[in-house]
T-cell receptor, first 113, second 115 residues
Framework: GENVEQHPSTLSVQEGDSAVIKCTYS??????FPWYKQELGKGPQLIID?????GEKKNQRIAVTLNKTAKHFSLHITETQPEDSAVYFC????????????FGTGTRLTIIP | DAGVIQSPRHEVTEMGQEVTLRCKPI?????LFWYRQTMMRGLELLIY????????DSGMPEDRFSAKMPNASFSTLKIQPSEPRDSAVYFC?????????????FGAGTRLSVL
């Protein structure tokens, strides 16, 4: 089955700096890659996603890049703010028609004021 | 819409007792997922349903766990008998289930403590 690895497990950045979280996946048939943000005491919420026919997607301060050849994708957060502090999860879906997502182990991001 | 609704938010029980977790998906969503989250194992998919039918239950730990979806607006996850190692946060998520629409919307979770 699909295996998703996520790094780093913890990340601290100064407010205003950029943060980058990286994930790799094992199944070359995977075609959908969402990123979720989980705040304390809440369920994960989708913040951005990308499909395998696109190399990059941006939404305001958040961007995701995908390298299909290397089977890795990354989340980039620019101009970080205190409210960006949370746990971030990457995920991969193995194939069209299969709704199962395999999640990475999470990155705890702390923004230092 | 109120989103995915889970109950109870917190459950404390003693080892050996039966535990039932409940989930109401977003109206109109056709797929429902049960996850377990622990520090050691992260976010694990236990089972998912499409149109009330279980599609993949390969993540269900053992026979003590069972899940049902009697109709499109309700699902339960039952643990009988419960054990301390079942202590975790259990999430329910739902999605439209249509081809190309994959966004999973999560509930707030049920924090289960088995003493």
């Amino acid at each position: 089955g699909e295996n998703v690895e996520q790094h780093p497990s913890t990340l601290s950045v100064q407010e205003g700096d950029s943060a980058v979280i990286k994930c790799t996946y094992s199944d070359s048939a995977s075609n959908y890659f969402p990123w979720y943000k989980q705040e304390l005491g809440k369920g994960p919420q989708l913040i951005i996603d990308i499909r395998s026919n696109v190399g990059e997607k941006k939404n305001q301060r958040i961007a995701v890049t995908l390298n299909k050849t290397a089977k890795h994708f990354s989340l980039h957060i620019t101009e970080t703010q205190p409210e960006d502090s949370a746990v971030y999860f990457c995920a991969a879906r193995a194939s069209q028609g299969n709704e199962k997502l395999t999640f990475g182990t999470g990155t705890r991001l702390t923004i230092i004021p | 819409d109120a989103g995915v609704i889970q109950s109870p938010r917190h459950e404390v029980t003693e080892m050996g007792q039966e535990v039932t977790l409940r989930c109401k998906p977003i109206s109109g969503h056709n797929s429902l997922f049960w996850y377990r989250q622990t520090m050691m194992r992260g976010l694990e998919l236990l089972i998912y349903f499409n149109n009330n039918v279980p599609i993949d239950d390969s993540g269900m730990p053992e026979d003590r766990f069972s899940a049902k979806m009697p109709n499109a607006s309700f699902s339960t996850l039952k643990i009988q008998p419960s054990e301390p190692r079942d202590s975790a946060v259990y999430f329910c998520a739902s999605t439209l289930g249509a081809v190309g629409e994959n966004i999973q919307y999560f509930g707030a979770g049920t924090r289960l403590s088995v003493l």
